[in-house]
C-alpha cells in the first residue's frame, strides 16, 4: 500500500509539473507563450488574455479614437509565474513612431499597473518614445516607476472596453520614483500572418518584471489591471492580471482527481 502510494504521489507530481512547465523568454516572440496566431489565443489556461484586433486604413474608428491598423492595440497577455509577472502586448502600432503632436503623430506609451483597478495606478514601466530631436531621457527605458503624475490621451468620450472613466487612462508617466528595473523587449520590424487580417502589420512587446518590486508598491496579491495605449490613446488596451496564487491548469486538477480515485480504490481492495 506505501509503495503503490508513493508511486501514485510521484505520478502526480509529475503531471503538475508538467501542467505548470511554460518558460518564457523576454525576446519579443511570443511562440513561447502558446498563443495560436489564427485566433489569438493561448493554450494556457493560466494566462490572461485579451483580444481587440481591428484592421484598416488611417481613417478607421478604433475605440476610442482613429487610427487604423497604424494605432491598433490588438492583444495582452499576462502570467504569473516564478516570483515574476510576465506581460506581452500586440500592437499594429510602431515603437518607433516619432512623437510629434504637431505632426498628429503620436509615441508609444507606457505600461501602467493599477493595484485597486479603480483607474489610479500605481507603478509604470518606461517605454521612452522617440522625440524629433531624439528619445527622451527622463526616465529609463525599463524603469518600473513608482507613479507621482502621467499624462493623458486626446479623447474625453466613453471607452466602451475600458472600466473607470476616460479620465482615468494614462498614456505616459510624467513624474514617479524609480523602485528597479524590469526585463524588456520590443519589436520594431514588421510581422504578418496574425489573426484574420493575415496582412495587417504586427509590432510586439514582451517584459518581465519581479513580484518583489509590486509588493513593495502595495500590491497584496490580488489581480490588478495593466494599462497600454500610445500617447494620444486612440486605441485603449487593458487586462485584469492573475492573482498572485493561480488556480491549477484543468490538466493538472484531472490528474489529481484521478490519483485520488486510485488511491480510494487501494485502500478499498486493502481493507477488503
Wanted: hydrophobic fraction near 35%; charged fraction near 15%.
Amino acid at each position: 500500500m506505501k509503495l503503490h502510494s508513493s508511486i501514485l504521489s510521484l505520478a502526480i507530481s509529475a503531471g503538475v509539473s508538467q501542467a505548470w512547465a511554460l518558460t518564457i523568454s523576454i525576446d519579443g516572440n511570443l511562440n513561447d507563450w502558446g498563443i495560436d496566431p489564427a485566433t489569438w489565443l493561448p493554450s494556457d489556461p493560466r494566462i490572461h488574455a485579451r483580444n481587440e484586433d481591428q484592421t484598416g486604413g488611417g481613417g478607421t474608428y478604433l475605440n476610442p479614437g482613429w487610427g487604423g491598423q497604424a494605432y491598433d492595440a490588438e492583444a495582452m497577455y499576462a502570467l504569473i509565474q516564478g516570483g515574476r509577472l510576465y506581460v506581452a502586448l500586440a500592437t499594429g502600432h510602431n515603437p518607433r513612431t516619432l512623437h510629434n503632436p504637431s505632426t498628429n503623430s503620436y509615441g508609444a506609451g507606457d505600461f501602467f499597473l493599477d493595484f485597486g483597478r479603480d483607474g489610479s495606478y500605481e507603478l509604470a514601466i518606461n517605454i521612452n518614445h522617440r522625440l524629433p530631436s531624439g528619445f527622451e531621457s527622463t526616465f529609463i527605458e525599463g524603469g518600473v516607476y513608482q507613479v507621482s503624475s502621467h499624462a493623458l490621451g486626446l479623447w474625453e468620450e466613453n471607452d466602451t472596453q475600458y472600466p473607470v472613466s476616460p479620465a482615468k487612462r494614462p498614456t505616459y508617466l510624467t513624474a514617479g520614483d524609480y523602485v528597479g528595473m524590469a526585463e524588456l523587449v520590443y519589436t520594431t520590424t514588421a510581422v504578418t500572418g496574425w489573426g484574420s487580417h493575415t496582412t495587417d502589420r504586427h509590432y510586439f512587446y514582451e517584459l518581465g518584471v519581479g513580484l518583489d518590486l509590486l509588493t513593495s508598491a502595495g500590491w497584496d496579491g490580488s489581480p490588478f489591471n495593466i494599462h497600454w495605449t500610445m500617447n494620444c490613446a486612440n486605441d485603449t488596451i487593458w487586462l485584469a492580471s492573475p492573482p498572485r496564487h493561480a488556480v491549477p491548469a484543468p490538466a493538472t486538477l484531472g490528474l489529481l482527481a484521478l490519483g485520488l480515485l486510485k488511491l480510494a480504490g487501494l485502500r478499498r481492495r486493502a481493507s477488503d
